[in-house]
């Protein structure tokens, strides 16, 4: 008898023992979700980095050798502007005439390229990036190659507050990466302002709708301001799409998180995006804007490609989203994605937006609320 309550007491203890550890687990998923994700993904990825150690080592190695440098690791980054050659903005050897159409894979790409997510100064990226190729530029940071005819004109709209310090890393990269696709191209930051929690997809919709005021681009590239490239074979041209670009990226262990993943990078031409209607509005805080455009995309009949292999690996740049709010109601919404695609999007926008040409992209300024979006 008393071997039996010794056992009801050991089992009872281990109940109760594992209901405080869920407790505690689910309490560090709700305030910390981009860790717990992060820690996870790393732990299923030792078995496949093992598995594919050495396969990984000779690519690597292959594509040093191949593009004449090496990648820099987050622990090599140098401060300031000290690899001025990432700044290369127009080839000093180009054969095509401008009569001529930009190939979609012109020899002035070169792959891997060096990442640095060091700090850096808006002020640092514009004399570099601009350099003596200032005339080049549009008001607004609009430019278009002049040794060939553009294949594709592609907008990127990028969403944004609070990230000033990440901004100028991502256009020190994106913009020289852009110019050697030999793309023409428009960035448009647009930025939240008000009390209410950030609202990514909406944010979208804005800097679709005003970036069509300034330009018939043939497609548009949603970006996050985080997200660095690492390659510049990750074409962002319009062929292709919809097309989710950030498919490996760092914080990972760049591992797609889940087939139906839609963050980070992602394009769609401008027909798509009016026949899924845009983005949901009804995404305030973060998460579930990505898979609601992911059923939207599949609802209006489209398929979605990826780049293949390490072509879309990604740098990401450290942060804590900020104090922004992870949205709890977003499982609701995603279950209501087809009803609401028809209601809620590009079509029951409103806003008044504050439009500002920098020498390097468009400042849109818009405060969002919560009748921005009436349904």
Not at 35 to 40: A, L
Not at 186 to 192: D, N, S
Not at 296 to 304: D, K, L
Request: with cysteine.
């Amino acid at each position: 008898m008393a071997r039996r309550s010794g056992v009801r007491g050991k089992l009872f203890a281990g109940l109760s023992f594992a209901m405080v550890l869920s407790t505690y687990t689910m309490y560090f998923a709700y305030t910390s979700p981009g860790k717990v994700s992060e820690y996870w993904f790393m732990a299923m990825a030792v078995q496949e980095r093992m598995k594919t150690q050495g396969k990984q080592a000779l690519t690597q190695v292959m594509g040093s050798s191949i593009s004449g440098h090496t990648r820099t690791t987050e622990g090599d980054s140098v401060s300031g502007l000290e690899h001025e050659q990432d700044f290369l903005v127009w080839p000093q050897h180009s054969t095509s005439l401008p009569s001529d159409l930009c190939s979609e894979r012109p020899p002035t790409m070169k792959g891997p390229m060096s990442v640095n997510t060091s700090v850096v100064g808006l002020a640092e990226v514009e004399r570099h990036v601009l350099g003596t190729a200032a005339d080049d530029f549009a008001p607004g940071g609009h430019w278009r190659p002049g040794d060939c005819t553009p294949r594709w004109r592609v907008a990127i709209v990028i969403p944004f507050r609070n990230r000033h310090e990440h901004l100028p890393i991502l256009l020190r990269h994106l913009i020289p990466m852009l110019q050697r696709q030999r793309l023409q191209f428009g960035l448009y930051v647009v930025e939240q302002t008000g009390d209410e929690p950030f609202n990514r997809a909406m944010l979208f919709n804005v800097g679709f709708l005003e970036a069509l005021k300034d330009h018939p681009w043939d497609c548009m590239i949603f970006h996050d301001v985080d997200h660095i490239p690492e390659s510049d074979w990750n074409y962002y041209g319009c062929n292709d799409m919809p097309r989710h670009y950030a498919v490996k990226l760092d914080k990972y262990s760049y591992m797609l998180p889940y087939e139906e993943f839609f963050g980070g990078v992602s394009g769609l031409t401008v027909e798509q995006i009016r026949q899924t209607n845009g983005f949901a509005n009804g995404f305030w805080g973060w998460g579930g804007e990505d898979d609601d455009m992911w059923n939207r995309v599949h609802n209006a009949g489209y398929s979605m490609s990826r780049p293949p292999g390490d072509i879309g690996r990604y740098r990401s740049i450290r942060h804590h989203h900020h104090g922004e709010v992870q949205f709890l109601g977003r499982f609701a919404l995603l279950r209501e994605s087809k009803e609401r695609q028809l209601i809620d999007g590009l079509n029951n926008l409103q806003y008044s937006p504050l439009v500002v040409r920098r020498p390097l992209y468009t400042n849109i300024t818009v405060k969002l609320s919560r009748d921005s979006a009436p349904l």
